[in-house]
Protein backbone atom coordinates (compact mmCIF):
# COMPACT_ATOMS: atom_id res chain seq x y z
CA UNK A 1 0.00 0.00 0.00
CA UNK A 2 2.83 2.66 0.76
CA UNK A 3 5.76 2.58 -1.47
CA UNK A 4 9.25 3.29 -0.72
CA UNK A 5 9.53 7.50 -0.27
CA UNK A 6 6.03 7.78 0.72
CA UNK A 7 4.37 8.33 3.77
CA UNK A 8 1.09 8.84 5.16
CA UNK A 9 -0.53 12.28 6.59
CA UNK A 10 -3.42 12.28 8.92
CA UNK A 11 -6.33 14.81 7.04
CA UNK A 12 -8.46 14.22 10.43
CA UNK A 13 -11.81 12.20 11.00
CA UNK A 14 -9.54 8.80 10.92
CA UNK A 15 -8.86 9.99 6.84
CA UNK A 16 -5.19 9.49 5.65
CA UNK A 17 -3.31 10.15 2.30
CA UNK A 18 -0.56 9.18 0.98
CA UNK A 19 2.45 11.82 -0.13
CA UNK A 20 5.69 11.69 -1.08
CA UNK A 21 8.49 14.88 -1.65
CA UNK A 22 7.70 15.30 -4.63
CA UNK A 23 3.69 14.41 -4.75
CA UNK A 24 1.90 16.37 -1.51
CA UNK A 25 -0.36 19.18 -0.41
CA UNK A 26 -0.09 22.80 0.90
CA UNK A 27 -2.28 25.10 3.11
CA UNK A 28 -3.72 26.81 -0.15
CA UNK A 29 -5.36 23.19 -1.08
CA UNK A 30 -6.86 23.17 2.25
CA UNK A 31 -8.72 26.50 2.07
CA UNK A 32 -9.93 25.68 -1.14
CA UNK A 33 -11.48 22.38 0.13
CA UNK A 34 -13.31 24.43 2.91
CA UNK A 35 -14.07 27.49 0.50
CA UNK A 36 -15.94 24.93 -1.78
CA UNK A 37 -18.10 23.62 1.59
CA UNK A 38 -18.73 20.67 -0.39
CA UNK A 39 -21.23 19.95 2.32
CA UNK A 40 -24.56 20.72 0.45
CA UNK A 41 -22.58 19.43 -3.36
CA UNK A 42 -24.05 15.90 -4.56
CA UNK A 43 -21.94 15.20 -7.62
CA UNK A 44 -18.60 17.11 -7.33
CA UNK A 45 -15.31 17.11 -9.66
CA UNK A 46 -11.89 18.13 -8.73
CA UNK A 47 -9.86 19.18 -11.62
CA UNK A 48 -5.36 18.82 -10.95
CA UNK A 49 -6.49 16.20 -7.89
CA UNK A 50 -2.84 15.67 -7.53
CA UNK A 51 -2.89 13.52 -4.94
CA UNK A 52 -6.31 13.49 -3.94
CA UNK A 53 -6.25 16.19 -0.92
CA UNK A 54 -9.36 17.93 -1.75
CA UNK A 55 -11.73 14.47 -3.04
CA UNK A 56 -10.62 12.63 0.69
CA UNK A 57 -11.06 16.12 2.46
CA UNK A 58 -14.80 16.78 0.95
CA UNK A 59 -15.60 12.75 1.51
CA UNK A 60 -14.46 13.35 5.07
CA UNK A 61 -17.39 15.26 5.91
CA UNK A 62 -19.87 14.46 3.61
CA UNK A 63 -19.91 10.33 2.88
CA UNK A 64 -22.72 10.57 0.46
CA UNK A 65 -21.15 12.92 -1.63
CA UNK A 66 -19.95 11.33 -5.48
CA UNK A 67 -16.54 12.60 -6.37
CA UNK A 68 -14.80 12.71 -9.65
CA UNK A 69 -11.24 13.31 -9.49
CA UNK A 70 -9.15 14.40 -12.75
CA UNK A 71 -5.22 14.33 -12.60
CA UNK A 72 -3.12 13.98 -15.78
CA UNK A 73 -0.10 12.80 -14.24
CA UNK A 74 0.14 9.01 -14.01
CA UNK A 75 1.64 8.58 -10.25
CA UNK A 76 0.01 10.99 -8.57
CA UNK A 77 -3.28 8.95 -9.97
CA UNK A 78 -1.79 5.91 -8.60
CA UNK A 79 -1.06 7.52 -5.34
CA UNK A 80 -4.46 8.97 -4.94
CA UNK A 81 -6.43 5.67 -5.71
CA UNK A 82 -4.48 3.60 -2.79
CA UNK A 83 -5.75 6.42 -0.60
CA UNK A 84 -9.21 6.28 -1.39
CA UNK A 85 -8.60 2.39 -0.97
CA UNK A 86 -6.89 2.74 2.46
CA UNK A 87 -9.81 4.62 3.82
CA UNK A 88 -12.36 2.35 1.93
CA UNK A 89 -13.77 5.45 0.40
CA UNK A 90 -15.73 3.78 -2.61
CA UNK A 91 -17.75 7.46 -3.26
CA UNK A 92 -14.40 8.84 -5.19
CA UNK A 93 -13.41 7.81 -8.38
CA UNK A 94 -10.30 8.72 -10.27
CA UNK A 95 -9.93 9.34 -13.72
CA UNK A 96 -6.09 9.61 -15.33
CA UNK A 97 -6.89 12.03 -18.05
CA UNK A 98 -6.66 15.23 -19.60
CA UNK A 99 -8.92 18.23 -18.11
CA UNK A 100 -9.09 19.40 -22.03
CA UNK A 101 -10.22 15.75 -23.23
CA UNK A 102 -12.77 14.98 -20.49
CA UNK A 103 -15.49 14.25 -23.46
CA UNK A 104 -16.94 11.35 -23.22
CA UNK A 105 -14.82 10.28 -19.88
CA UNK A 106 -17.41 12.64 -17.37
CA UNK A 107 -20.89 13.50 -18.12
CA UNK A 108 -21.33 17.16 -19.19
CA UNK A 109 -23.72 19.51 -17.49
CA UNK A 110 -23.72 17.04 -14.66
CA UNK A 111 -22.02 17.93 -11.87
CA UNK A 112 -23.21 20.52 -8.88
CA UNK A 113 -19.26 21.83 -7.87
CA UNK A 114 -16.15 21.63 -9.60
CA UNK A 115 -13.11 23.24 -7.88
CA UNK A 116 -9.35 23.33 -8.92
CA UNK A 117 -6.54 24.84 -7.52
CA UNK A 118 -4.41 25.71 -10.92
CA UNK A 119 -0.76 26.58 -11.73
CA UNK A 120 0.38 29.44 -10.41
CA UNK A 121 2.60 30.36 -12.92
CA UNK A 122 2.21 31.29 -16.82
CA UNK A 123 3.67 29.44 -19.36
CA UNK A 124 6.76 30.16 -19.95
CA UNK A 125 7.12 32.45 -17.05
CA UNK A 126 9.76 32.95 -14.54
CA UNK A 127 12.38 30.07 -13.85
CA UNK A 128 10.97 26.61 -14.53
CA UNK A 129 11.82 23.48 -13.09
CA UNK A 130 13.97 20.94 -15.21
CA UNK A 131 11.53 18.28 -12.89
CA UNK A 132 8.75 17.80 -15.37
CA UNK A 133 6.17 16.54 -12.27
CA UNK A 134 7.06 19.83 -10.80
CA UNK A 135 7.00 21.82 -14.03
CA UNK A 136 3.51 20.54 -14.25
CA UNK A 137 1.98 21.65 -11.07
CA UNK A 138 3.42 25.16 -11.05
CA UNK A 139 3.30 26.05 -14.21
CA UNK A 140 0.48 26.28 -17.20
CA UNK A 141 1.96 24.19 -19.22
CA UNK A 142 -0.28 20.85 -19.86
CA UNK A 143 -3.30 23.50 -19.37
CA UNK A 144 -4.20 27.19 -19.31
CA UNK A 145 -6.57 29.07 -17.42
CA UNK A 146 -8.94 28.89 -20.05
CA UNK A 147 -8.69 25.09 -20.31
CA UNK A 148 -9.73 24.84 -16.70
CA UNK A 149 -12.62 27.39 -16.89
CA UNK A 150 -13.89 25.97 -20.09
CA UNK A 151 -13.56 22.31 -18.70
CA UNK A 152 -15.52 23.66 -15.58
CA UNK A 153 -18.36 24.82 -18.06
CA UNK A 154 -18.83 21.75 -19.65
CA UNK A 155 -19.16 19.84 -16.75
CA UNK A 156 -21.43 21.60 -14.51
CA UNK A 157 -25.22 21.62 -14.36
CA UNK A 158 -26.96 25.34 -14.75
CA UNK A 159 -26.21 26.78 -11.85
CA UNK A 160 -23.91 24.81 -10.35
CA UNK A 161 -20.39 26.25 -9.00
CA UNK A 162 -16.81 26.59 -9.53
CA UNK A 163 -14.17 27.41 -6.92
CA UNK A 164 -10.73 28.39 -7.76
CA UNK A 165 -7.57 29.74 -5.75
CA UNK A 166 -5.16 31.56 -7.21
CA UNK A 167 -2.05 34.32 -6.29
CA UNK A 168 -3.72 38.07 -6.38
CA UNK A 169 -1.44 38.93 -9.37
CA UNK A 170 -3.73 36.31 -11.29
CA UNK A 171 -7.19 38.05 -9.96
CA UNK A 172 -7.80 39.86 -13.32
CA UNK A 173 -6.89 36.51 -15.70
CA UNK A 174 -9.44 34.41 -13.29
CA UNK A 175 -12.09 36.56 -13.28
CA UNK A 176 -11.61 37.58 -16.90
CA UNK A 177 -11.44 33.59 -18.01
CA UNK A 178 -14.52 32.91 -15.82
CA UNK A 179 -16.77 35.47 -17.19
CA UNK A 180 -15.86 34.45 -21.04
CA UNK A 181 -16.76 30.46 -19.93
CA UNK A 182 -20.32 31.73 -18.55
CA UNK A 183 -18.97 31.55 -14.68
CA UNK A 184 -20.46 34.40 -13.14
CA UNK A 185 -17.60 35.32 -10.11
CA UNK A 186 -20.25 35.50 -7.04
CA UNK A 187 -17.76 35.11 -4.21
CA UNK A 188 -14.34 36.41 -3.56
CA UNK A 189 -12.11 35.84 -0.37
CA UNK A 190 -8.44 37.01 -0.04
CA UNK A 191 -5.71 35.17 2.51
CA UNK A 192 -2.81 37.15 4.18
CA UNK A 193 -0.37 34.74 6.23
CA UNK A 194 -0.67 37.89 8.65
CA UNK A 195 -2.25 41.41 9.30
CA UNK A 196 0.97 43.40 8.12
CA UNK A 197 1.56 41.03 4.79
CA UNK A 198 -0.15 41.21 1.82
CA UNK A 199 -2.72 38.80 0.28
CA UNK A 200 -1.00 35.58 -0.84
CA UNK A 201 -4.02 33.85 -2.22
CA UNK A 202 -7.31 34.60 -3.01
CA UNK A 203 -10.71 32.16 -3.20
CA UNK A 204 -13.11 32.82 -5.90
CA UNK A 205 -16.30 30.90 -6.95
CA UNK A 206 -18.28 31.67 -9.32
CA UNK A 207 -21.82 29.89 -11.33
CA UNK A 208 -22.80 28.78 -14.50
CA UNK A 209 -25.13 30.39 -16.09
CA UNK A 210 -25.50 33.28 -13.29
CA UNK A 211 -26.92 36.58 -13.58
CA UNK A 212 -23.91 39.37 -14.20
CA UNK A 213 -22.77 41.35 -11.09
CA UNK A 214 -23.54 40.59 -7.32
CA UNK A 215 -19.84 39.54 -6.27
CA UNK A 216 -19.45 39.49 -3.00
CA UNK A 217 -16.06 40.23 -1.13
CA UNK A 218 -15.56 38.10 1.69
CA UNK A 219 -14.09 39.12 4.96
CA UNK A 220 -9.96 38.55 4.84
CA UNK A 221 -8.76 35.07 5.95
CA UNK A 222 -5.93 35.58 8.41
CA UNK A 223 -3.40 31.90 8.58
CA UNK A 224 -1.48 33.52 11.76
CA UNK A 225 -2.95 35.52 14.61
CA UNK A 226 -0.85 36.96 18.07
CA UNK A 227 1.81 34.45 17.03
CA UNK A 228 -0.44 30.95 16.25
CA UNK A 229 -2.79 29.83 13.99
CA UNK A 230 -5.97 32.13 13.85
CA UNK A 231 -9.02 30.73 15.21
CA UNK A 232 -10.44 30.14 11.87
CA UNK A 233 -7.58 28.51 10.33
CA UNK A 234 -7.55 25.96 13.47
CA UNK A 235 -10.99 25.45 12.80
CA UNK A 236 -10.63 24.79 9.09
CA UNK A 237 -7.83 22.07 9.76
CA UNK A 238 -10.02 20.83 12.45
CA UNK A 239 -8.08 17.67 13.77
CA UNK A 240 -5.29 18.03 11.23
CA UNK A 241 -1.82 19.08 12.60
CA UNK A 242 0.34 19.29 9.35
CA UNK A 243 2.27 22.37 8.81
CA UNK A 244 2.30 22.99 5.64
CA UNK A 245 2.71 26.92 5.13
CA UNK A 246 3.59 26.79 0.96
Request: hydrophobic share 35%; net charge neutral.
Amino acid sequence: MINKGERLEPLGNGVRIIVSDLFHFSTDTILLADFANADRAKNAADLGTGCGTIPLLWARENRNIKISAVEIQPECCNMARRSVELNELSNIEIFNEDLKRLRGVLPFGFFDLVSCNPPYKLGGSGITNPDSEKLLARHEEACTIDDITLAAKNLLQFGGRVCLCQRPERLADILESMRKNDLEPKRLRFVQQRRNKQPKLFLVEGRRGGKSGGLIVEPTLFIEENGDWSDEMKKIYGSYKGNYYE
